[in-house]
């Protein structure tokens, strides 16, 4: 892992000390339009500092946490997406350990793929739920399987489709929505606050990974990312579904496609870091 500074808020232990462990991969694919996702885990770090590390609705605080940034993966330069992701899920193995939580900074939504694919060997029963725009679930994009757009298509290589939770699509491609998954919830179909009430009863008591893609946020709050869709969900109401989440046995997740380059307010990096401190505080806010 490559040591970096700033680390995010309240990540001041090591990873010996750590329960909760904050990393990033900085991966980024072939990318068509809006470029910049392998700069999201340092943007994140950056914004993160402009926010308080309590949180008042939950009567919490990150610095109770045993939480540890251990920065970033590193990834071969120049080197095709595979091996890129294969270095990354290497780096993970060396250092995970079930007990030990992952939280992941991304990159663009490929990075999600090593993270699986190193820790769900651990959870038999691994339930995913993703929240996000988009459902990446094309087969290739580009010429090339490992690819943001192709996401979630190579997480259900790994889990189950019908362990994969999508919350929150509001866009795709016709082969996309012509693929059957049956655990699909999209946002012009059921508002994800209401999806996630209704998937509740079935990912309690499994092991959870939660994905987020920062462009399930509308543009308005969130307009740096990659492919941003109107009509998404305002930070209120993305908090509320990671509140909800709550109640679940959740055992990793990440955040990713900020890209700072596209928004010179920083106001994308805020409204993910607030939705990161909310993650951590409702799902392991216990943990000392």
């Not at 990873?15 to 980024?28: N, Q």
């Not at 996000?132 to 994009?141: G, I, T």
């Not at 999209?186 to 508002?191: I, L, N, W």
């Amino acid at each position: 892992m490559r040591p970096v500074s700033p680390r995010f808020i309240a990540c001041h232990r090591s990873l010996a000390d750590a329960r909760i462990v904050l990393y990033g991969i900085p991966f980024e694919g072939r990318v068509n339009l809006r470029k910049g996702a392998d700069g999201g885990p340092r943007d994140l770090r950056l914004a993160s500092d402009s926010i308080e590390t309590y949180s008042p609705f939950l009567d919490r605080d990150m610095e109770d946490l045993p939480l540890a940034d251990i920065g970033d993966c590193e990834l071969p330069d120049g080197a095709p997406p595979r091996e890129q992701l294969d270095a990354a899920r290497d780096e993970i193995r060396a250092w995970w350990r079930p007990g030990l939580i992952p939280f992941m900074l991304g990159g663009d939504h490929t990075a999600t793929v090593p993270v699986i694919e190193a820790i769900a060997p651990a959870f038999p029963d691994l339930r995913i739920v993703q929240l996000d725009a988009h459902p990446d679930l094309r087969e290739e994009f580009l010429g090339e399987r490992y690819n943001y757009a192709s996401a979630m298509a190579r997480v259900m290589d790994t889990v189950p489709a019908e362990r994969v939770y999508q919350v929150g699509i509001r866009t795709g491609a016709r082969e996309e929505y012509a693929r059957h998954r049956p655990r699909f919830y999209p946002a012009f179909a059921v508002h994800p606050l209401d999806a996630v009430r209704t998937i509740l009863p079935e990912l309690r008591g499994h092991p959870l990974y939660v994905t987020i893609d920062v462009d399930v946020l509308d543009p308005a709050e969130a307009p740096g990312t990659g492919s941003p869709e109107p009509g998404g969900l305002r930070v209120p109401e993305l908090i509320d579904v990671v509140r909800l989440l709550g109640d679940c046995q959740v055992i990793g997740g990440d955040l990713v496609e900020v890209t700072h380059a596209w928004d010179p307010t920083g106001r994308t990096g805020i409204a993910a870091s607030w939705v990161i401190r909310e993650a951590l505080l409702s799902w392991w806010g216990h943990m000392r």
